[in-house]
């Protein structure tokens, strides 16, 4: 398995997962000339591409897929109450995939096992991937843990985790009050110290590669968040990779 980001934060979101011949992009929030020179970056064809997962419904997640789905016939797999927020721009798409927010199920050879959290859109999800032998947690886009949330990311081998601010630089940044407040809810983001406590919760026995994700250019830093992450994991902050939102990270291999 092998997994990389076409860029992570709230301009654009993309990350391809491999197994063998099966490729899927999750989430493709960036328009499709710049998705195509992303993908370029990675050595990955856009043509190549067997699905799109779709999280939610949120512009910076979902606004190229429907575009490039259509430019490259690319199957889109998406939660009902996504498709029912966001269904007008799929019309006219090959094939549509709608699952429940607790199915799992197969695409090619890359086993899908997404997961609902707590966030402001319809039925949002992230996502455990896996070959059967690795898996890959994903989670990006959520205001606050579960337990669920935990029992679905203990004991996977990779993890790409959401560290979107530092509650510092949010409280004293310019933003506006309601914005903060949405960012900081139950339903917002995560900040560093509670994707830290997150990762604490965790079984990471059989963890190989950490990536902070989703960070905002505003309201926090690499540092701040690696500096969280590793004291959650006692190791050193070079260990913790980041997705930025310009170049995202290079393939890590399983």
Same mark, same amino acid.
């Given at each position: 398995m092998r997994f990389a980001s076409l860029g992570s934060g709230s301009e654009g979101n993309g990350l391809v997962v491999e197994v &063998?011949? =099966?490729r899927i992009l999750i989430d493709c929030g960036f *328009? #499709? *000339?710049?998705?195509? =020179? %992303?993908l370029g970056r990675l050595g990955v064809a856009p043509d190549s591409i067997t699905a799109i997962l779709v999280t939610h419904e949120h512009a910076d997640h979902i606004g190229g897929v429907a575009s490039f789905a259509r430019r490259f016939r690319v199957p889109v797999w998406l939660t009902f109450g996504t498709l029912e927020? !966001? &269904?007008? *721009?799929?019309m006219r798409l090959p094939k549509i995939c709608g699952f429940d927010s607790h199915d799992t199920f197969a695409i090619g050879m890359i086993e899908v096992r997404p997961f609902p959290v707590p966030h402001d859109a319809r039925e949002p999800v992230q996502f455990v991937v896996g070959d059967g032998a690795h898996r890959l947690g994903i989670l990006t886009d959520i205001g606050t843990t579960t337990r669920y949330v935990e029992a679905s990311l203990? @004991?996977?081998? /990779?993890? #790409?985790?959401?560290?979107?601010h530092d509650l510092g630089m949010l409280e004293d940044g310019d933003y506006p009050w309601p914005l903060k407040q949405r960012i900081a809810s139950r339903l917002g983001h995560l900040h560093n110290e509670a994707a830290a406590a997150l990762l604490a919760a965790l079984d990471t026995s *059989?963890?190989? $590669?950490? #990536?902070? !994700? $989703?960070l905002s250019q505003q309201n926090n830093t690499p540092d701040k +968040? %690696?500096?969280?992450? /590793?004291? /959650?994991? $006692?190791? +050193?902050?070079?260990?913790? @990779?980041?997705?930025?939102? %310009?170049? @995202?990270f290079a393939g890590r291999s399983m």
């Amino acid at each position: 398995m092998r997994f990389a980001s076409l860029g992570s934060g709230s301009e654009g979101n993309g990350l391809v997962v491999e197994v &063998g011949d =099966t490729r899927i992009l999750i989430d493709c929030g960036f *328009r #499709v *000339r710049d998705t195509v =020179t %992303r993908l370029g970056r990675l050595g990955v064809a856009p043509d190549s591409i067997t699905a799109i997962l779709v999280t939610h419904e949120h512009a910076d997640h979902i606004g190229g897929v429907a575009s490039f789905a259509r430019r490259f016939r690319v199957p889109v797999w998406l939660t009902f109450g996504t498709l029912e927020m !966001a &269904g007008e *721009r799929f019309m006219r798409l090959p094939k549509i995939c709608g699952f429940d927010s607790h199915d799992t199920f197969a695409i090619g050879m890359i086993e899908v096992r997404p997961f609902p959290v707590p966030h402001d859109a319809r039925e949002p999800v992230q996502f455990v991937v896996g070959d059967g032998a690795h898996r890959l947690g994903i989670l990006t886009d959520i205001g606050t843990t579960t337990r669920y949330v935990e029992a679905s990311l203990s @004991g996977c081998d /990779a993890l #790409v985790l959401e560290c979107n601010h530092d509650l510092g630089m949010l409280e004293d940044g310019d933003y506006p009050w309601p914005l903060k407040q949405r960012i900081a809810s139950r339903l917002g983001h995560l900040h560093n110290e509670a994707a830290a406590a997150l990762l604490a919760a965790l079984d990471t026995s *059989r963890l190989k $590669h950490l #990536v902070a !994700a $989703h960070l905002s250019q505003q309201n926090n830093t690499p540092d701040k +968040a %690696r500096a969280a992450l /590793a004291n /959650a994991l $006692h190791c +050193a902050t070079d260990w913790i @990779g980041i997705a930025d939102q %310009r170049d @995202g990270f290079a393939g890590r291999s399983m």
